[in-house]
């Protein structure tokens, strides 16, 4: 059973940086692909980016390219997501999910998830 444990959000400035991150327990971390999901109000939970066991391969969606990197430090059972030149459309709570082996783009592929941490882009 792996527990995940987000932090880093809060209310930043249109053009600001924010960095997720995300922390496991209770599993082999190594065994995991890693991904981001979003929700804003009143719609459905999206799919934000994903890293691959190793951290060598990323899946970022078509409108965070260029702007959030995800990235993992296993040594610290760690994924990150950094996100730079925020936009009020990237409003949302953010959630990091875990599943074995293979990273996915669908949140019904995902095993695991944590509780969310909420990210506000003031305009």
């Known amino acids: 059973q792996v527990q995940l444990v987000e932090s880093g959000g809060g209310l930043v400035q249109a053009g600001g940086s924010l960095r997720l991150s995300c922390t496991a327990s209770?599993?082999?971390?190594?065994?995991?692909?890693v991904g981001w999901f979003r929700q804003a109000p009143g719609k459905e939970r999206e799919f934000v980016t994903a890293?691959?066991?190793?951290?060598?391969?990323?899946y970022p969606t078509d409108s965070v390219k260029g702007r959030f990197t995800i990235s993992r430090d296993n040594a610290k059972n760690t994924v990150y997501l950094q996100m730079n030149s925020l936009k009020p459309e990237d409003t949302g709570v953010y959630y990091c999910?875990?599943?074995?082996?293979?990273?996915?783009?669908?949140?019904?592929?995902?095993?695991?998830w944590g509780q969310g941490t909420r990210v506000t882009v003031s305009s």
């Open positions: 999910a875990a599943v074995l082996w293979v990273a996915y783009d669908s949140a019904s592929d995902y095993d695991y």
């Open positions: 209770g599993g082999t971390f190594t065994d995991y692909a």
């Open positions: 890293i691959n066991l190793s951290g060598t391969s990323t």
